[in-house]
């Protein structure tokens, strides 16, 4: 849950550039979208993994992890950012054969990285944090008591009554 929440942020900002730059939502700037949505995943999963890391093994609160986490993940993160958007550049500006094919893929690309990496790096935090509180909601009121099936647990659970 946490790591999909940073696909409505890269997909906002590529939709954003194609109306910017006058370009229609075609084939090519579709499969922009799903080169996209898999660095985004990636950035997230950057973040979070980190984060679950630092609380497991160094006993850091979530805070703290998750401040860690957005400290020394950044620069990987901006980093691909820079990457992805060198080498889609020229493609964006129309260098080279065909570009009225490629360039809304390009396009669609640069503007969806922009938003995603600087919108993952606060945004993710704040839905690990909610999804974490309901992890820790649910397990404190779904809690098995020793020797009880977990069926007769969520039974107990839903007011279920045995007929």
Excluded at 115 to 126: A, D, G, Q, R
Aim: aromatic share 6%.
């Amino acid at each position: 849950m946490t790591i999909l929440a940073a696909l409505p942020l890269s997909i906002g900002g590529a939709f954003a550039a194609l109306l910017i730059t006058h370009n229609s939502f075609s084939m090519p700037s579709l499969i922009g979208l799903l080169m996209l949505m898999g660095i985004a995943v990636k950035n997230s999963i950057l973040l979070v993994e980190y984060a679950i890391v630092a609380r497991r093994d160094h006993g850091m609160s979530r805070f703290e992890a998750l401040m860690d986490a957005c400290h020394k993940r950044a620069q990987p993160i901006v980093m691909t950012t820079i990457a992805m958007g060198a080498g889609m550049l020229p493609i964006a500006l129309g260098l080279g054969a065909d570009s009225s094919f490629r360039g809304p893929m390009a396009i669609a690309v640069i503007g969806g990285l922009v938003t995603s990496t600087f919108l993952s790096l606060l945004v993710i935090p704040v839905v690990f944090t909610y999804v974490d509180d309901l992890l820790v909601w649910a397990s404190r009121k779904f809690r098995r008591k020793p020797g009880e099936s977990v069926a007769h647990m969520v039974a107990s659970k839903l007011h279920i009554t045995e007929t």
